[in-house]
């Protein structure tokens, strides 16, 4: 498979833009896309796949670190978990559809772990919200949106 590289590409670039290090992999894809030589399911498969990985290592760094949010090194600013607590705190489990939202999503995922949401659905409403941004961007290179 010649494209097994870009596929892997795919993959990590989604990985990191799921988890708290600022990337994009929706943009990547994109140009990937327009070059009109790779398959669009198969990069919507690495990217989805990249982004599940990535917002369990926000669960986990959310779980295990925040003991740790007031140290400077720490990843997501105070102010954004407060705002990301809130959201929690006003409307619950379902905060976590708004997980692919930039900016306030990587909090919202950290918040998730810190409070200690059940993984199994945490994975679910989480992975899927960020990976419906890859499926709009198909969408959008399909010209259907």
């Known amino acids: 498979m010649p494209e097994l ?11 990191i833009s799921a988890s708290i290090i600022p990337a994009q992999g929706e943009l990547v894809m994109l140009a990937l896309l327009a070059s009109g030589k ?38 997501v600013k105070s102010s954004y978990i407060e705002k990301a607590k809130l959201l929690f705190d006003r409307h619950g489990r379902a905060t976590l559809l708004l997980a692919g939202i930039p900016l306030i999503g990587d909090p919202i995922t950290i918040v998730a772990g810190a409070l200690k949401v059940n993984f199994g659905f945490y994975l679910l409403t989480a992975g899927l919200s960020k990976c419906a941004r890859y499926g709009l961007v198909w969408l959008l290179y399909l010209g259907i949106v």
């Open 5 to 15: 590289h870009i596929l892997i590409f795919q993959f990590f670039i989604s990985l």
């Open 38 to 75: 790779y398959t669009a399911w198969l990069l919507l498969c690495a990217g989805c796949a990249g982004t599940f990985i990535g917002v369990s290592i926000n669960w986990v760094l959310g779980r295990y670190l925040s003991r740790f949010q007031q140290e400077k090194w720490f990843p």
